[in-house]
């Protein structure tokens, strides 16, 4: 037997919305810094705080690896992981992305997130 996923959509009850942040945004572990974008993305869903997805290609790959670790979102689909390589150590599954994001929020394709209570989010201007 096969479990089928839920898929909904964004809604009055569950709003999403995504915009261009208009500010570079970095993201740094300490000393060192994992990204820098003037193209990311502001996502705010529901009560949750927004979240800074920052285009793949402005992040350090050679600070992350990939991981096993996967979650499901039913507004956003399937999250895959990274942990990110730092001078004090790894910080395991601190970045995730969707790959192939539901059609509600595509916008979001090729661009990562980070757990920003782990890492140093800076919106600037």
């Known amino acids: 037997m096969s ?3 839920e898929q909904l959509t964004p809604g009055p009850d569950h709003p999403i919305t ?3 942040t208009g500010r570079q945004v970095t993201i740094a572990a300490g000393d060192q810094v994992i990204a820098r974008s003037d193209s990311a993305l502001t996502l ?3 009560s949750y705080p927004p ?4 285009p793949i290609d402005d992040v350090d790959r ?3 690896r990939p991981t096993d670790h996967e979650t499901y979102c ?26 192939q994001p ?7 394709k ?12 800076t919106v600037g201007d």
Do not use: C
């Open 3 to 5: 479990m089928t996923k």
């Open 18 to 20: 995504i915009e261009p």
């Open 44 to 46: 705010r869903e529901a």
């Open 51 to 54: 979240v800074q997805y920052v």
């Open 62 to 64: 050679s600070a992350l």
């Open 74 to 99: 039913p507004y956003k689909g399937d999250a895959s992981y990274f942990t990110v390589t730092t001078p004090d150590g790894e910080l395991d599954n601190v970045i995730w992305t969707y790959e």
């Open 102 to 108: 539901y059609d509600a929020v595509a916008e979001i």
């Open 110 to 121: 090729d661009h990562v997130a980070f757990y920003a209570n782990r890492v140093e989010v």
